[in-house]
């Protein structure tokens, strides 16, 4: 194992295995932006709605126990009904209101993470698909940052019918990308959805953190790679890392 002050990575499989990536993964909360700006911007509106959020972090939690849902959506709604004591209808209405359309506008605000733009468009130049995976619905973010652009599809799993890490989510991801599972690097700043999840699928699993986090946990030893730079990221997949490790060779 390697330790810097941005990166962390396992020589024994991911410098062995990284011309084999044929398509990269991205989660989008807290991962194609910073976490913690996010919540600045929030905090009055959280605040204002604690009680909700309260109540919808419970049913998120409840949700995830369950692999796959026919209707992710109505099961979601009718379970923060019971927790609120109100009505169904009023439930969708104060998920719209709160969580879905009432964060759209925060996202305006944000900007993405340094060079992640790049490392994206630098992949699909090299031919590698891209997908993202969220979830919450993409299309909340708009264009996400210009990055939809470049991506082969974005995925919400609320849509997909389940939670992250459920491994149905992930097997949906490999279907879409056509390609084995060992072929994938998905990329993620949550340890248990981001890379706990898609290893347990077979793929190979990037994990985005501070610094701080990076170099004093061990759980960054159980991802392929462990980064807070997207630009460290970057040259160690296209080989410009000083490692003798095989890479992701440019056309």
């Known amino acids: 194992m390697v330790v810097s002050p941005d ?9 062995s295995d990284l011309g084999e990536i044929k398509a990269v993964a991205f989660d ?31 049913v998120r939690k409840e949700l995830r126990k369950k692999d796959f849902y026919e209707d992710f959506a109505g099961t979601q709604t009718e379970m923060m009904a019971k927790r609120m004591h109100c009505s169904k ?26 060079g992640a733009i790049e490392l994206i468009r630098r992949l699909k130049e090299n031919g590698l698909k891209i997908g993202l995976l969220s979830d919450f619905p993409p299309e909340q973010k708009g264009d996400i940052w210009g990055i939809k652009q470049y991506c082969d599809f974005c995925l919400g799993s609320e849509e997909i019918g389940a939670l992250k890490p459920s491994s149905y989510v992930f097997n949906v991801l490999q279907q879409k990308f ?4 060992e072929n994938i690097l998905y990329i993620g700043n949550n340890f248990k959805y981001d890379v706990l999840g898609p290893k347990e699928a077979g793929m190979k699993a990037a994990w985005f953190v ?17 980064f807070c730079s997207y630009r460290t990221l970057e040259k160690t ?7 003798d490790g095989n890479h992701i060779e440019e056309n």
């Open 7 to 15: 990166l962390v990575y396992n020589y024994s499989v991911i410098l």
């Open 28 to 58: 989008i909360d807290g991962t194609l932006y910073h976490e913690a700006k996010f919540n600045r911007l929030i905090f009055s509106h959280f605040v204002r709605h604690i009680v909700f959020f309260s109540h919808f972090g419970l």
């Open 89 to 114: 209808e009023e439930a969708a209405q104060k998920l719209d209101k709160i969580v879905y359309s009432g964060l759209k506008k925060y996202f305006t605000m944000l900007e993405p993470c340094d």
């Open 178 to 181: 056509d390609v084995p599972a």
């Open 210 to 226: 501070s610094s701080k986090r990076l170099l004093k946990g061990k759980k960054a030893e159980a991802a392929d790679i462990a």
């Open 237 to 243: 997949l296209f080989g410009n890392a000083n490692n």
